[in-house]
């Protein structure tokens, strides 16, 4: 089994800055990928930064260059830096995280955690 848990949302006025972090633990023999999504209420989960375990990443058009998706391979840990926040960033935020365990991979989902940016 598999535990993914995000933590570092909150309340930011529009132009400040939030870092989130995602930690996966269990049986994990490697993470393939890591990645954030988000959803706004009312709307579908969107890719939002997509991180490969070598490093490789990719935006959501709408946060390039304000958001930095980053992980530490030894340590089943990835953060997503957000910078110059936007309203339209608001949403609950996931970590996602695709796990091999040998012979399969699975993907994993955190619960989420609240990213609220004010006017």
């Known amino acids: 089994q598999v535990q993914v848990v995000e933590s570092g949302g909150g309340l930011v006025q529009a132009g400040g800055s939030l870092r989130l972090s995602c930690a996966a633990s269990?049986?994990?023999?490697?993470?393939?990928?890591m990645g954030w999504y988000r959803q706004a209420p009312g709307a579908q989960r969107e890719l939002v930064a997509r991180i490969t375990s070598g490093g490789s990443t990719n935006y959501a058009d709408s946060v390039k260059g304000r958001f930095t998706i980053s992980r530490d391979n030894a340590k089943n840990t990835g953060w997503l830096q957000m910078n110059s926040l936007k309203v339209e960033d608001t949403g609950v935020y996931y970590c996602?995280?695709?796990?091999?365990?040998?012979?399969?991979?699975?993907?994993?989902w955190g619960q989420g955690t609240q990213v609220t940016v004010s006017s």
């Open positions: 269990g049986s994990i023999i490697s993470i393939n990928s």
């Open positions: 996602n995280a695709l796990v091999s365990h040998g012979y399969t991979s699975f993907t994993y």
